[in-house]
């Protein structure tokens, strides 16, 4: 398949474009992969296409009325049900991990789907964009690893809502650290007073 892209900080790849000869569109994501399916969904409802959603992830979906979302532990049943119940001619399109995308295309398979029925587009990467709402700057983070941001060295704690707005996610000051940031600021001031 395609390399991997980054996840979260942009438009992960853009689809080429909605099966034209398909009867109904299947969108399965991680809730991660799906601003990768954002425009082909809207596109499908836009021209009133017969489609269905399901969203794997802790990220409600306010635009889509029609997701199905899901956690992970339902995860497995809730897309075999949604292929299940996918017309014969149905295109199925999938945004996640490569373990993700690899799950559903089995899944896809064992009931029936031919790989040219399902088109994948791979969130790799771990970086996410965070904004900082203390110095107002945005920098890509590791998703694994603890936030602090590169401008003012705040620790921030991410919320998980991303921000269409700011094309970004959005940090606050991780409640826990901020009487040990006064107190390097304190010793910062001392220190300078002291010099
Ligand atoms: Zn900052």
Redesign the pocket.
Request: proline content about 0%; charged content about 10%.
């Given at each position: 398949m395609q390399a991997a892209a980054v996840l979260n900080q942009g438009p992960v790849q853009i689809p080429a474009g909605l099966e034209s000869q398909a009867k109904h569109h299947l969108f399965i994501c991680q809730s991660g992969g799906l601003r990768a399916l954002d425009s082909l969904i809207a596109k499908a409802r836009g021209e009133a296409l017969s489609h269905a959603v399901v969203v794997v992830g802790e990220d409600t979906v306010p635009s889509i009325e029609s997701a199905c979302c899901c956690c992970e532990e339902q995860a497995a049943s809730e897309i075999s049900a949604a292929l299940v119940q996918a017309p014969l001619e149905t295109a199925v399109y999938v945004a996640g991990t490569p373990a993700f995308r690899d799950a559903v295309q089995n899944q896809a398979r064992t009931l029936g789907f031919t790989d040219e029925q399902v088109h994948a587009y791979v969130t790799g990467s771990v970086l996410r964009r965070v904004f900082?709402t203390?110095?107002y700057?945005t920098h890509e983070y590791d998703r694994n690893q603890r936030v602090v941001?590169s401008?003012?060295k705040?620790p921030l704690s991410v919320r998980e809502r991303y921000s269409r707005y700011l094309g970004a996610y959005v940090g606050i000051q991780a409640k826990q650290q901020v009487s040990e940031m006064n107190a390097v600021h304190r010793s910062r001031k001392a220190a300078y007073h002291d010099g």
């Open positions: 900082c203390h110095c700057t941001c401008n003012c705040r």
